[in-house]
């Protein structure tokens, strides 16, 4: 089975503190994704990685940043905590497409508290 | 950009009953559309998907229909059981085989709960 997995379950953190996000993938994939979500927004593209070192921004880049150094881990940023980064952070990894389905494997997430 | 839209935000119904939940797209380049269920305490799991040349899928008690006319699409859910009770995602892509990524825009989310 594939398996993507979080550093941590839950995290609280202060207002300007530097924050690392870890995620690993055991499969290989190219694709790595980061997302977070809240309540009655759905899940929105922080930023993803289709490469070692490559990475492109999604839709809501602003106070983040990625790092991926190896194929298997791809880490999430956040350079100075605020109060509006507070949310559930997922991970999720996929391969190059070859076939119909485009499916994406997620980590049990992240909840991250920033007082 | 792709936007989709998503509902209801919550449903609640009775189990044995059938449940639906309604997607639209914005992009008409869109051509595969997955949903996803997140159960409490894990993250998605894809649980369904469909590709723009086909109308209809189906999967036992799960089913996904598609009218790329109206660029709507849903998942239908037919005897609910307690163990459905989730939130539901959809989402739709722009898929290009063999390329190199392809992100996926999601919907809102739907919390569905099956009363016993």
């Known amino acids: 089975d594939v398996k993507v997995t979080q550093s941590s379950r839950y995290l609280v953190k202060r207002t300007g503190e530097k924050v690392f996000l870890e995620c690993v993938q055991d499969m290989d994939h190219e694709n790595m994704f980061w997302y977070r979500q809240d309540p009655g927004l759905g899940l929105r593209l922080i930023y993803f990685?289709?490469?070692?070192?490559?990475?492109e921004k999604g839709d809501i880049p602003e106070g983040y940043s990625v790092s991926r150094e190896k194929k298997e881990r791809f880490s999430l940023i956040l350079e100075s905590a605020s109060t509006n980064q507070t949310s559930m952070y997922l991970c999720?990894?996929?391969?190059?497409?070859?076939?119909?389905?485009?499916?994406?494997?997620f980590g049990p997430g992240t909840r991250l508290t920033v007082l | 950009g792709e936007n989709v839209e998503q509902h209801p935000s919550t449903l609640s119904v009775q189990e044995g009953d059938s449940a639906v939940i309604k997607c639209t797209y914005s992009?008409?380049?869109?051509?595969?559309f997955p949903w996803y269920k997140q159960e409490l305490g894990k993250g998605p799991q894809l649980i369904i998907d469909?590709?723009?040349?086909?109308g209809e899928k189906k999967d036992q008690r799960i089913a996904v229909t598609l009218n790329k006319t109206a660029k709507h699409f849903s998942l239908h859910i037919t005897e609910t059981q307690p163990e459905d009770s989730a939130v539901y995602f959809c989402a739709a892509s722009n898929m290009n085989y063999g390329g190199a990524t392809n992100k996926l825009i999601f919907g809102t989310g739907t919390l569905l709960a099956v009363q016993p």
């Open positions: 992009d008409s380049a869109s051509n595969y």
């Open positions: 469909i590709r723009s040349n086909v």
């Open positions: 999720a990894s996929s391969r190059v497409i070859r076939t119909g389905r485009n499916e994406q494997f």
């Open positions: 990685s289709y490469d070692v070192k490559m990475k």
